[in-house]
């Protein structure tokens, strides 16, 4: 099992919020709850580990 990275891992985090924020512009809110699903499971597929899938989610909520 591989642990959760919880220290930034982001070469560019900038960057990276740009691209999710633009991947979300002029997109109805029903296109961009869709693309977010979308996201989330192609994500997890990656992740490819659900010890490490569960601690993501345990911390979102947590955050929330």
Do not use: F, Q
């Amino acid at each position: 099992m591989n642990a959760l990275k919880i220290d930034e891992n982001l070469s560019n985090p900038d960057a990276a919020y740009e691209a999710l924020v633009e991947a979300h512009r002029g997109v109805s809110e029903a296109a961009s709850a869709a693309l977010n699903a979308r996201l989330v499971l192609i994500l997890a597929n990656h992740i490819g580990d659900l010890a490490v899938l569960k601690a993501a989610i345990a911390l979102a909520k947590k955050a929330g």
